[in-house]
């Protein structure tokens, strides 16, 4: 009976200064991200912006029903080459949007391609989009080659 | 006797309940004697203590309720600077210029004024700030010189001469700055009008100009071989197939032309920005050359 007693009047101070308030345990300063990161995708043009970008845009949707989806993701590049054609066109017109992508195929065939040339996309695919070629030098976006880029 | 002793017990461990309960209420947090954490002297602990943890922004916020009962250059100097740290250099700016006059961080709030305006990346203001007089603080004088002249690495304006500009900063980084002026007054760009024209003359040779030298054999290969099977199915009479490879040759070739043009750009942009982070990393190394302002 005593030693109940005394374990329960030791647990009752125990128990007191386990749920006291501790107000010497400082704050951690909390680590704010000012910067809202951009969700939207800058380097995609608006595919409707011209009747070419429509005409392209209907040819690569074909050509992705009938052969691409079949055949698989096989561009080692991000936009994919059929994306890349509809997004110049749109982004330049129909004759300078033929010339990126005729550049752009030349490029695809070349065997020794690489992240040295390239930087890299978090798909894991040759960041390389359209806006880098229209001649307009503002507008290019440099990243270096073998990073990851978004 | 048992039957006593054990109501001895009883009674003490009743006693110790009942002080135990008197005791908690007799510590325990009380209204009456609590602090007043809204009081301007309690905003002004908690806002140093933000500040010591580096937690500007919530620290800006406690200096701006404790100014607006108290006057204090150090603890307006310190909201200027919780400005400066985040990233808000206009309110930093507007800060440090209240302290201009009649405080005894006066040149400190000038030349704090003066790095909001470069850390901006706002050059035309800060080079205005630093030629004016009233602006320029005249106790770090060869600090803010040091930024006038880092400023012109930074921006695309043209660059003062070698006998101003190397004078500003200390010998021992004399070589690397001699480096970065000589870059960027020289840099190594590829003109896109001669790639462009190579590549007419003949294909590929504008993108080994620009150094993607495998880019340029693909496309020599690619239009050569198009060209071949023109010429070759034009001989054997396949118009068709003639036409349709000269097209094919044709798209290729001028494709190429103009991807020659396009390269030369990107390797210029690819200069251009190595040239700028090498700069920012090697000032950001050495903090800009600035003192470390102890209030």
Known sequence: MTKFLFTTFFLLIVCKNYYAQTDWVRWDAEVIPYKIGDTTDRFKANENRNSGAGIISFLRNTYGFFISDLDGDNCPFYPSCSNFFVQSVAEVGLIKGSLMFSDRFIRDMNLFKSKNHYPIHKSGKYFDPPINYTLVQEKIYYSSPGKVSD | ?295
């Open chain 2, 1 to 295: 006797m048992k039957k006593f002793f054990s109501q001895f017990y009883l009674l003490l461990f009743c006693n110790y309940f009942f002080l135990f309960l008197l005791q908690t209420n007799l510590f325990a947090q009380s209204s009456s004697n609590e602090l007043n954490l809204f009081s301007p002297q309690s905003r002004l602990q908690f806002g140093n203590s933000l500040f010591n943890d580096k937690d500007y922004l919530r620290a800006s916020n406690e200096y701006r309720e404790y100014l607006k009962y108290a006057d204090n250059d150090t603890i307006r100097f310190r909201f200027a600077t919780c400005f400066y740290k985040i990233g808000r250099f206009q309110e930093a700016a507007d800060n440090f210029k209240g302290l201009f006059n009649n405080s005894n961080l006066s040149e400190e709030s000038r030349l704090g004024y003066n790095q909001s305006f470069f850390f901006k990346y706002d050059f035309q203001s800060f080079r205005n700030s630093v030629k004016n007089e009233i602006y320029f603080p005249a106790k770090y004088s060869s600090e803010v010189n040091r930024l006038f002249y880092i400023s012109f690495l930074l921006d695309n304006s043209v660059l003062p001469d070698t006998s101003a500009f190397f004078p500003a900063f200390p010998d021992s980084n004399k070589n690397e700055i001699r480096q970065f002026y000589f870059r960027k007054k020289f840099p190594e760009y590829k003109n896109p009008t001669t790639a462009a024209i190579l590549s007419g003359l003949l294909p590929g040779l504008g993108k080994i100009y620009v150094g993607e030298t495998t880019d340029g054999l693909t496309s020599l290969l690619v239009t050569g071989a198009l060209a071949f099977l023109a010429v070759d199915n034009f001989k054997h009479n396949h118009n068709f197939r003639g036409w349709l490879f000269t097209g094919l040759g044709a798209f290729f070739y001028a494709g190429n032309v103009y991807g020659s043009a396009a390269a030369a750009q990107n390797f210029n942009a690819g200069v251009k920005f190595n040239f700028d982070k090498d700069v920012k990393l090697y000032f950001e190394k050495r903090n800009y050359f600035l003192p470390e302002i102890k209030f």
